[in-house]
């Protein structure tokens, strides 16, 4: 089914204030194909986020994508003073050493001093993102929610068009059935003149055999089952568009099920308006197939 849901945000965590911006679409498919865009640095992130959509998602080809950048990156580096001061001390007390055993150090210049690891703080560390995951994880399920709701209500809207579509479907088949009684009498006059004539060109053929073809022949043109099959079907539709459960693959199944009594309607039919409603059948089963892609 297709979805959108975005939604943006500010995270403050141990490893700093991040702005992050989450992107999640989702359009028509036959199994879950999930997909992520996501910062490769983050680790974890991607199959926290993974299972999340599993269990809330069970068809579409599902595309998350986010945006991360530091809040604070205007900052700008600092000076640390206390890694300053442990510098110095250090630097120092190697003077002194080097003295002592009558050496002599070039002196140290404030450059120097500030090339040193972790005097110059420009943030956070982060060797260790699992803070920042875990508030990611946290902020994705209101995206989430998001995105179902949209899925929710586009699925709604759907199952109103299809079950317009479904309660055409019962109308043409009842219309069918009408057209399918009023055919018989001129079945009848048809197989009663075909019998004459067969009579008349083979004397010597038996009689009764020559009705039993007949009869075969009125048996392969007879569409009741193919009507009542479609009864059958207009129920288990119906029955499967008040489920809460997803049903996409399900009503997939029962299209073709319909599409199959419509074709044999239609090659049974022998009679141009049981040969117009067949075609009418094939016409909105096309149309409601196509929608019941969009299904879940």
């Not at 974890?44 to 998350?64: C, F, I, Q, S, Y």
């Not at 568009?241 to 239609?266: S, V, Y």
Request: with cysteine; charged share 25%; proline share 3%.
């Amino acid at each position: 089914m297709t979805g959108y849901a975005a939604l943006g945000g500010e995270l403050v965590t141990e490893a700093g204030s991040f702005s992050c911006q989450w992107d999640l679409r989702s359009v028509n498919g036959r199994g879950l194909d999930l997909r992520f865009r996501l910062p490769d640095w983050l680790d974890g992130l991607e199959p926290g986020l993974r299972k999340m959509l599993a269990d809330r998602l069970a068809r579409g080809n599902v595309t998350l994508a986010l945006k991360l950048s530091r809040a604070d990156q205007d900052a700008g580096p600092r000076l640390n003073v206390t890694a300053l001061d442990a510098a110095v001390t250090l630097v120092l007390a190697a003077e002194r050493r080097a003295e002592s055993q009558g050496l002599g150090l070039a002196p140290m210049t404030a450059a120097d001093l500030l090339a040193l690891r972790g005097v110059i703080d420009t943030g956070p560390d982060m060797a260790e993102p699992a803070p920042l995951v875990a508030a990611l994880l946290e902020h994705a399920r209101g995206l989430i929610d998001a995105f179902e709701a949209a899925r929710a209500a586009e699925g709604a809207a759907l199952g109103q068009v299809i079950g317009v579509q479904v309660d055409t479907i019962a109308r043409l088949t009842a219309q069918a059935r009408a057209a399918a009684e009023s055919r018989r009498g001129a079945q009848i006059e048809s197989l009663t003149a075909a019998l004459t004539r067969l009579s008349e060109a083979a004397p010597q053929a038996d009689p009764g055999r020559l009705e039993q073809e007949l009869a075969l022949i009125a048996v392969k043109t007879d569409v009741t089952e193919e009507l009542d099959r479609l009864d059958a079907h207009v129920t288990a539709a119906r029955a499967l568009l008040a489920e809460a459960a997803p049903i996409g693959r399900k009503l997939d199944f029962l299209m073709q099920e319909f599409n199959r009594e419509a074709n044999t309607l239609c090659s049974k039919a022998q009679n141009a308006e049981l040969t117009r409603i067949g075609l009418d059948l094939k016409t909105v089963i096309d149309q409601m197939r196509e929608q019941v892609q969009n299904l879940e």
